[in-house]
Antibody
Framework: QVQLQESGPGLVKPSETLSLTCTVS????????WSWIRQPPGKGLEWIGF???????DYNPSLKSRVTISLDTSKNQFSLKVSSVTAADTAVYYC????????????WGQGSLVTVSS | ETVLTQSPGTLALSPGERATLSCRAS???????IAWYQQKPGQAPRLLIY???SRATGVPDRFSGSGSGTDFSLTISRLEPEDFAVYYC?????????FGQGTKVEIK
């Protein structure tokens, strides 16, 4: 069973770049699609983007200009960067997996709260 | 973008009762690519249903999904105490993938 664990700073200043890493265990990083999803406090879920084993990506158009997702197969990790953050980017950020060829989310990390504040 | 509207916003029921949650899409969702998730406070969402009606591994058979086109539903046949939570639908047939705003099932 795939297990995912997010890591990264819990506090980011406005206009800076948010960076998170997801470490994958219990499954091959080549066998799944990998995603980031976020949830502002008390609100619903927003898909941020996918990365595939090939390294190609697919982003939500609403965030595309500020988001980069990358993959490090040697470490079984994938990462998220969101640039020029504002308070509206404050959220719990989840990493998640999707079965190869599908776009629903079968395994999730526990989530990492990132607060944007000076 | 495909907007998913879930109703009702809150459903107040007693254990043992039947719960029916609705998810309506602003445009047809191809091949019934709808998933349902359960989220409890402080926890990550858990996949319940994919492909509109297929239960994920380990999901009790009191959970069932149905629907096609733009109208989908999740039914919990008999509510157990652990089923009181927020439920989200998600469509993955159209880009970008989107979620509904959630339905909270609370104890009456």
């Amino acid at each position: 069973q795939v297990q995912l664990q997010e890591s990264g700073p819990g506090l980011v200043k406005p206009s800076e770049t948010l960076s998170l890493t997801c470490t994958v265990s219990g499954g091959s990083i080549s066998s799944y699609y990998w995603s980031w999803i976020r949830q502002p406090p008390g609100k619903g879920l927003e898909w941020i983007g996918f990365i595939y084993y090939s390294g190609s990506t697919d982003y939500n158009p609403s965030l595309k200009s500020r988001v980069t997702i990358s993959l490090d197969t040697s470490k079984n990790q994938f990462s998220l960067k969101v640039s020029s953050v504002t308070a509206a980017d404050t959220a719990v950020y989840y990493c998640a997996s999707s079965p190869w060829g599908w776009y629903y989310f079968d395994y999730w990390g526990q989530g990492s709260l990132v607060t944007v504040s000076s | 973008e495909t907007v998913l509207t879930q109703s009702p916003g809150t459903l107040a029921l007693s254990p043992g009762e039947r719960a029916t949650l609705s998810c309506r899409a602003s445009q047809s969702v191809s091949s019934s690519y709808i998933a349902w998730y359960q989220q409890k406070p402080g926890q990550a969402p858990r996949l319940l249903i994919y492909g509109a009606s297929s239960r994920a591994t380990g999901v009790p058979d009191r959970f069932s999904g149905s629907g096609s086109g733009t109208d989908f539903s999740l039914t919990i046949s008999r509510l157990e105490p652990e089923d009181f939570a927020v439920y989200y639908c998600q469509q993955y047939g159209n880009v970008p993938r989107t979620f509904g705003q959630g339905t909270k099932v609370e104890i009456k």
